[in-house]
């Protein structure tokens, strides 16, 4: 290439540009992943308990123990576990 010392400059500052416009979108999808991790195993715990919650509901259910008893051990609504008892 047959640059003068001010196309070169130009150049080469345009390189530098493009290598911390790279290294900054790489930072940020590496803190996206992250985040979205962090996120999944936030709402997997979430959901996790409120399945555990409801096997609990059910079997309370199926011992003969009363809605108003099973929402407040569980803190499920009582439609919530007539929703479960109907499964």
Known sequence: MGFNDEE???YENHLK????E??????S?????EEGIEIGIEKGKI????IGIEKVAKALLTQG?????IAA???LSIQEIEKIDSV
């Not at 540009?17 to 911390?20: E, F």
């Not at 790279?22 to 930072?27: C, E, P």
């Not at 123990?65 to 008893?69: A, G, N, P, R, T």
């Open 8 to 10: 070169r400059e130009a």
């Open 17 to 20: 540009w493009l290598r911390i």
């Open 22 to 27: 790279s290294n900054t979108i790489k930072k």
């Open 29 to 33: 999808e590496q803190k996206g992943r």
């Open 47 to 50: 959901e996790g308990e409120q």
């Open 65 to 69: 123990v009363s809605l108003k008893v």
């Open 73 to 75: 051990s569980t803190g």
